[in-house]
């Protein structure tokens, strides 16, 4: 059975550019991300090592109980933008594969949020390839994400306001 998020991925990205044996999709989606049907994406024989990133809605922020986020992308910047990461990931870093889907939509407590999968031959280059896929999806993406909270506030917040060393 084929998944939504990754159909819309194969849209989004239809072949799988390979340059020097690594292959990198981004794509943003509106349905749930189905996690294990992207890590059976993740194949390559030569590779020694998986390291995945799930980014799951919790119930609270700097205070305040959370009930829902919902997320808006500028689709074509974000997946243009997404591209440029993933070329300097392939220069960065020796992988194989790496994968990452953005959820876009209302998404409740505990849903994925978004999804970062890399493969490569060593577990050093694959965690390191991750961190940055994450960190640099965060940063630079025009991503947008509401909070509603229980006290019935709500606020947009751009991502971008990340830190790069937070340490969550």
């Not at 953005?102 to 407590?109: E, F, V, Y």
């Not at 999804?115 to 960190?135: M, P, Q, W």
């Amino acid at each position: 059975m084929t998944n939504k998020c990754f159909t819309q991925l194969a849209k989004t990205n239809p072949i799988k550019t390979n340059w020097l044996y690594n292959a990198c999709m981004f794509s943003i989606a509106k349905t749930a991300i189905d996690t294990q049907y992207l890590r059976s994406q993740l194949s390559d024989d030569r590779a020694g090592a998986l390291v995945e990133f799930e980014g799951r809605v919790r119930n609270h922020n700097e205070g305040s109980t959370v009930l829902t986020l919902e997320y808006e992308a500028a689709e074509s910047l974000a997946v243009a933008e997404a591209n440029r990461i993933f070329s300097e990931v392939k220069e960065k870093f020796a992988i194989y594969e790496a994968i990452c889907v953005h959820r876009q939509g209302l998404l409740q407590i505990g849903e994925t949020a978004v999804y970062v999968g890399v493969i490569s031959a060593h577990r050093s280059e694959a965690f390191a390839a991750c961190r940055y896929i994450i960190d640099e999806i965060k940063h630079r993406l025009p991503i947008w994400k509401k909070e509603t909270y229980s006290d019935g506030r709500s606020e947009w917040v751009n991502c971008q306001h990340i830190n790069h060393e937070h340490a969550h």
